[in-house]
């Protein structure tokens, strides 16, 4: 894997370099107040006399305000870095509910008397466009007066979005980093199936834990899920081709032996059927553990609870008219960069904000590392992003996966957004053969049912024969306009030559061949 964690940070609460600043009360979108509201906040730079050359970077779900921590080599000083700090004043606010500094579950409530932390009280949900607010709140009190730009990953690249919506003069320029318009069901899914693993952990107690003895495990096993999405299958299999973990501590390395049960995690109980010891400890399976270890130092499960939640109030849209009529009320200058191999937020979603908007260029990250590549590709994306803020195409910028030998051959062509456009006609390809192939199912079904009626038909037509000396059946079958005397479909119906599902008037009126009536001449019981 090409990193473990982009965070170095091993606690909660505000990381060095940054500052918090109180906003007073705030009216949240779900109708509860927090009260005497706190945001940590990263600066970079210096607000310049006129208060216009600010940038507002939005960090990931689980990132702290210190943009250098996890973008560095896009933030510093120099004109080679896409958030150049000799001119851009750049800052980063910490979303409410996040641990890294502003106001969460982790932190004191101030209605509670023994001073203790919000923990489950925490007003849920907090929006999006709750945190573009808050975050607009305290750039007003910096004296910023307009926004050279919104950027961000991920979930930051929804409240980039958000910030253009809710304050569309405020805001001259967007880049949009793997996100989305509106959190997709598939997304919401993975988030519940998060937030459920740290609900059934029983130290979790309806977010009442003790915080010395937090839901470790639940939480671990969240954030392990969640290290899946942020990867695709190719980068995982490339990673660790279905090796197993060694045990070096024996002198000559044997396989170790998969652990029964895990001390750090409340002493999760894995397997205690001793015998279970013969399976094998895939390095996957350690490398999630360590990953889900690791994360329960430096995060809060109500704090990643109420995230998710967060999230999933993304909708750019809400309230304010039909999706695609708002994307393309939005005149910014925007660019928008997806990633060819994201299953979390899929690059069809960058996609289709690229159409919509109006003033837009589409960036294709062709990386095999899926969603997290916004924080492996940096280099690459500070170059492209860089172009772009200089006016020139991105696309110049080869934001590829590829040897570096090839990564200094000069290129016009924006080599990942034409394969994943070539991707995309095959899937579509693929869909029409497949929407075909049911069609020609269904015709078939058809006619089988048809034959299988005209048969039925001129059997019992046969028998009315035999049985009223051989004119009556055929006579009444005739009669009805859609057979001859011998059986033989000859009748329309509703300019159609079709057999309906159940036979036509005759001594045996509506009886259904298969399945119940469903109407009286209607196309059958299917």
Same mark, same amino acid.
């Given at each position: 894997?090409?990193?473990?964690?982009?965070?170095?940070?091993?606690?909660?609460?505000?990381?060095?370099?940054?500052?918090?600043? %109180?906003?007073?009360?705030?009216?949240? #979108?779900?109708?509860?107040?927090?009260?005497?509201?706190?945001?940590? !906040?990263?600066?970079?730079? @210096?607000?310049?006399?006129?208060?216009?050359?600010?940038?507002?970077?939005?960090?990931?779900?689980?990132?702290?305000?210190?943009?250098?921590?996890?973008?560095?080599?896009?933030?510093?000083?120099?004109?080679?870095?896409?958030?150049?700090?000799?001119?851009?004043?750049?800052?980063?606010?910490?979303?409410?509910?996040?641990? !890294?500094?502003?106001?969460?579950?982790?932190?004191?409530?101030?209605?509670?008397?023994?001073?203790?932390?919000?923990?489950?009280?925490?007003?849920?949900?907090?929006?999006?466009? +709750?945190?573009?607010?808050?975050?607009?709140?305290?750039?007003?009190?910096?004296?910023?007066?307009?926004?050279?730009?919104?950027?961000?990953? %991920?979930?930051?690249?929804?409240?980039?979005?958000?910030?253009?919506?809710?304050?569309?003069?405020?805001?001259?320029?967007?880049?949009?980093?793997?996100?989305?318009?509106?959190?997709?069901?598939?997304?919401?899914?993975?988030? @519940?199936?998060?937030?459920?693993?740290?609900?059934?952990?029983?130290?979790?107690?309806?977010?009442? !834990?003790?915080?010395?003895?937090?839901?470790?495990?639940?939480?671990?096993?969240?954030?392990?899920?969640?290290?899946?999405?942020?990867?695709?299958?190719? %980068?995982?299999?490339?990673?660790?081709?279905?090796?197993?973990?060694?045990?070096?501590?024996?002198?000559?390395?044997?396989?170790?032996?998969?652990?029964?049960?895990?001390?750090?995690?409340?002493?999760?109980?894995?397997?205690?059927? &001793?015998?279970?010891?013969?399976?094998?400890?895939?390095?996957?399976?350690?490398?999630?553990?360590?990953?889900?270890?690791?994360?329960?130092?430096?995060? +809060?499960?109500?704090?990643?609870?109420?995230?998710?939640?967060?999230?999933?109030?993304?909708?750019?849209? *809400?309230?304010?008219?039909?999706?695609?009529?708002?994307?393309?009320?939005?005149?910014? *200058?925007?660019?928008?960069?997806?990633?060819?191999?994201?299953?979390?937020?899929?690059?069809?979603?960058?996609? &289709?904000?690229?159409?919509?908007?109006?003033?837009?260029?589409?960036?294709?990250?062709?990386?095999?590392?899926?969603?997290?590549?916004?924080?492996? &590709?940096?280099?690459?994306?500070?170059?492209?992003?860089? *172009?772009?803020?200089?006016?020139?195409?991105?696309?110049?910028?080869?934001?590829?996966?590829?040897?570096?030998?090839?990564?200094?051959?000069?290129? %016009?062509?924006?080599?990942?957004?034409?394969?994943?456009?070539?991707?995309?006609? #095959? @899937?579509?390809?693929?869909?029409?053969?497949?929407?075909?192939?049911? #069609?020609?199912?269904?015709?078939?079904?058809?006619?089988?049912?048809?034959?299988?009626?005209?048969?039925? @038909?001129?059997?019992?037509?046969?028998?009315?024969?035999?049985?009223?000396?051989?004119?009556?059946?055929?006579?009444?079958?005739?009669?009805?306009?859609?057979?001859?005397?011998?059986?033989?479909?000859?009748?329309?119906?509703?300019?159609?030559?079709?057999?309906?599902?159940?036979?036509?008037?005759?001594?045996?009126?509506?009886?259904?061949?298969?399945?119940?009536?469903?109407?009286?001449?209607?196309?059958?019981?299917?």
């Amino acid at each position: 894997m090409a990193t473990d964690d982009h965070m170095k940070v091993e606690h909660i609460g505000l990381p060095d370099g940054a500052t918090s600043a %109180s906003l007073g009360d705030y009216l949240l #979108e779900n109708g509860r107040v927090v009260r005497d509201v706190v945001l940590g !906040y990263t600066a970079y730079g @210096e607000l310049n006399a006129s208060g216009d050359n600010a940038i507002v970077v939005g960090h990931s779900l689980t990132s702290n305000s210190n943009v250098t921590e996890w973008w560095g080599a896009m933030c510093g000083p120099g004109e080679q870095f896409a958030l150049n700090t000799l001119e851009d004043f750049v800052i980063c606010v910490n979303y409410l509910g996040s641990p !890294y500094g502003s106001s969460a579950p982790t932190t004191a409530d101030p209605d509670k008397a023994d001073g203790g932390c919000y923990g489950a009280d925490f007003p849920t949900p907090v929006s999006i466009r +709750d945190n573009v607010r808050l975050q607009k709140m305290l750039l007003d009190s910096l004296g910023v007066k307009h926004l050279k730009m919104a950027i961000g990953g %991920s979930m930051g690249s929804m409240l980039a979005l958000e910030w253009a919506a809710t304050f569309p003069d405020f805001v001259e320029e967007l880049c949009l980093i793997a996100g989305c318009g509106r959190h997709t069901d598939w997304a919401i899914g993975i988030g @519940e199936a998060q937030r459920f693993s740290i609900m059934a952990d029983g130290k979790f107690k309806g977010g009442s !834990y003790d915080v010395n003895d937090p839901p470790k495990a639940g939480l671990a096993t969240s954030r392990m899920m969640a290290m899946l999405s942020y990867r695709a299958p190719a %980068s995982v299999d490339q990673k660790f081709e279905r090796t197993v973990t060694m045990n070096s501590k024996t002198g000559a390395a044997a396989p170790m032996a998969k652990p029964s049960s895990h001390v750090d995690l409340n002493n999760v109980v894995a397997h205690a059927n &001793e015998k279970a010891q013969s399976l094998p400890y895939f390095a996957v399976e350690s490398y999630l553990q360590y990953q889900g270890k690791k994360f329960i130092r430096r995060f +809060d499960a109500n704090c990643y609870i109420q995230l998710t939640y967060t999230l999933d109030s993304h909708d750019v849209a *809400r309230g304010r008219g039909e999706y695609r009529d708002v994307l393309r009320s939005l005149r910014h *200058r925007v660019l928008v960069v997806g990633i060819t191999s994201d299953v979390l937020y899929p690059f069809a979603l960058q996609r &289709e904000l690229a159409r919509e908007m109006p003033h837009s260029e589409l960036y294709a990250i062709d990386s095999p590392h899926g969603h997290d590549a916004f924080l492996i &590709e940096i280099a690459s994306l500070n170059v492209a992003v860089t *172009r772009w803020r200089n006016g020139e195409p991105a696309t110049l910028g080869k934001l590829r996966w590829k040897a570096p030998e090839e990564e200094t051959r000069a290129s %016009s062509e924006d080599v990942g957004e034409l394969q994943a456009a070539v991707r995309e006609l #095959e @899937e579509d390809l693929a869909r029409a053969r497949e929407m075909e192939g049911k #069609e020609r199912d269904r015709a078939d079904a058809l006619l089988a049912q048809m034959k299988a009626m005209k048969d039925a @038909e001129a059997r019992r037509v046969a028998e009315a024969g035999r049985d009223g000396g051989g004119g009556g059946g055929a006579t009444a079958a005739a009669a009805s306009g859609l057979f001859d005397g011998g059986g033989t479909l000859t009748g329309t119906l509703h300019g159609m030559n079709v057999l309906p599902a159940n036979p036509p008037p005759s001594t045996r009126r509506w009886e259904p061949v298969y399945g119940d009536t469903k109407a009286a001449w209607g196309l059958g019981a299917f």
